[in-house]
């Protein structure tokens, strides 16, 4: 039986539309097939690179076997790894697991071969955390309110802090408390939280602003002694060791924080799976456990909601900076 001229008419559009579609969904489907990479901004051993590690086994399951591969990219404060995403193909196979430097390397640097707000799209906060300010043993007091009693009897910059990099937020809160206590640190960069670790168990820093997670092992084995947490609260783990708060600058608080950001350009529908499947990673009990027990607090936010926080902590560290007057270029 012959078809009629429109119904004829319909099926070649209808067939045309199909072929366009799987012209459309082939390259679309093998991008989804090959692996997923987290591009962690700094060494292994730091905050950001305990995340992705804790999330990478659960998410390639939650991904039906998909491989998941953390990418350490270190070096000029995060920017090396960013620029690296910002250039990625926006095909969701490459991500940012992004850190503090994210919201604070717009305002600390003036020539960022990326832009923040616009060459990235979010996926979803993934955590945040307090920092810890840890000092070598030899460090005099064993609270902060003790050492910077004793710190100013000493030399200015007679002690230093080892930062994981210049701008990034253990290098700007350290200024901030500075400035509030009147005691004058040398503030010595690293190309990462484990570094930065290990110069102060090496005794070549004397403390540093950084995780729990990432200092647990050495607090643990005395090699590193807390003075104060930059929360809202003392920590279940520390009970002990007072807030930053508590310890004579009430209001005080700094806290770090993790997400996901892919390039811009990346389809609605990419992100949105991303971000379903980033979220039901962290409600795992077993993921979300990991993650607790490391000092972090699941957040599991989505893209919106990571936008507004980022420019929250872009507000608020650009206010310090420009009352601050202080320079953070090298």
């Given at each position: 039986?012959?078809?009629?001229?429109?119904?004829?008419?319909?099926?070649l559009v209808g067939a045309a539309l199909a072929a366009s579609a799987s012209m459309f969904s082939a390259p679309?489907?093998?991008?989804?097939?090959?692996?997923?990479?987290?591009?962690?901004?700094?060494?292994?051993?730091?905050?950001?690179?305990?995340?992705?590690?804790?999330?990478?086994?659960?998410?390639?399951?939650?991904?039906?076997?998909?491989?998941?591969?953390?990418?350490?990219?270190?070096?000029?404060?995060?920017?090396?790894?960013?620029?690296?995403?910002?250039?990625?193909?926006?095909?969701?196979?490459?991500?940012?697991?992004?850190?503090?430097?994210?919201?604070?390397?717009?305002?600390?640097?003036?020539?960022?071969?990326?832009?923040?707000?616009?060459?990235?799209?979010?996926?979803?906060?993934?955590?945040?955390?307090?920092?810890?300010?840890?000092?070598?043993?030899?460090?005099?007091?064993?609270?902060?309110?003790?050492?910077?009693?004793?710190?100013?009897?000493?030399?200015?910059?007679?002690?230093?802090?080892?930062?994981?990099?210049?701008?990034?937020?253990?290098?700007?809160?350290?200024?901030?408390?500075?400035?509030?206590?009147?005691?004058?640190?040398?503030h010595v960069p690293y190309s990462g939280g484990g570094p930065a670790v290990q110069a102060v168990v090496g005794?070549?820093?004397?403390?540093?602003?950084?995780?729990?997670?990432?200092?647990?092992?050495?607090?643990?084995?005395?090699?590193?002694?807390?003075?104060?947490?930059?929360?809202?609260?003392?920590?279940?783990?520390?009970?002990?060791?007072?807030?930053?708060?508590?310890?004579?600058?009430?209001?005080?608080?700094?806290?770090?924080?993790?997400?996901?950001?892919?390039?811009?350009?990346?389809?609605?529908?990419?992100?949105?799976?991303?971000?379903?499947?980033?979220?039901?990673?962290?409600?795992?009990?077993?993921?979300?456990?990991?993650?607790?027990?490391?000092?972090?607090?699941?957040?599991?936010?989505?893209?919106?909601?990571?936008?507004?926080?980022?420019?929250?902590?872009?507000?608020?560290?650009?206010?310090?900076?420009?009352?601050?007057?202080?320079?953070?270029?090298?």
């Open positions: 039986m012959s078809l009629s001229r429109p119904l004829r008419t319909f099926a679309a489907l093998a991008a989804q097939e090959r692996p997923l990479i987290l591009v962690v901004p700094y060494p292994p051993g730091g905050s950001t690179d305990i995340v992705a590690r804790i999330i990478q086994p659960e998410l390639s399951k939650r991904m039906g076997g998909r491989p998941v591969v953390v990418e350490n990219r270190a070096g000029a404060a995060s920017q090396i790894a960013t620029s690296h995403v910002a250039r990625a193909e926006p095909d969701g196979n490459t991500l940012l697991v992004s850190f503090d430097n994210h919201a604070l390397n717009p305002v600390v640097k003036s020539n960022l071969p990326y832009d923040t707000f616009k060459d990235f799209v979010s996926i979803g906060q993934t955590v945040r955390f307090p920092l810890i300010i840890g000092a070598n043993p030899s460090v005099p007091g064993d609270d902060l309110k003790a050492f910077l009693a004793a710190a100013k009897q000493a030399k200015p910059n007679r002690y230093n802090f080892a930062s994981t990099g210049v701008g990034s937020l253990n290098h700007v809160a350290p200024e901030e408390l500075k400035q509030l206590s009147g005691v004058e640190l040398l005794g070549q820093s004397d403390m540093t602003w950084l995780s729990y997670a990432a200092l647990r092992g050495q607090i643990q084995a005395g090699k590193i002694k807390p003075l104060a947490v930059a929360g809202d609260k003392r920590l279940p783990d520390l009970p002990n060791v007072p807030t930053v708060a508590e310890s004579g600058f009430p209001g005080f608080v700094a806290y770090s924080w993790s997400g996901m950001f892919a390039p811009a350009g990346t389809p609605e529908p990419v992100v949105k799976k991303l971000t379903a499947d980033f979220q039901a990673v962290l409600a795992i009990p077993e993921v979300k456990q990991k993650l607790t027990d490391a000092g972090f607090e699941v957040v599991g936010s989505d893209g919106p909601a990571l936008d507004a926080y980022v420019k929250q902590e872009f507000d608020r560290w650009s206010a310090f900076v420009k009352a601050s007057k202080i320079s953070f270029e090298n």
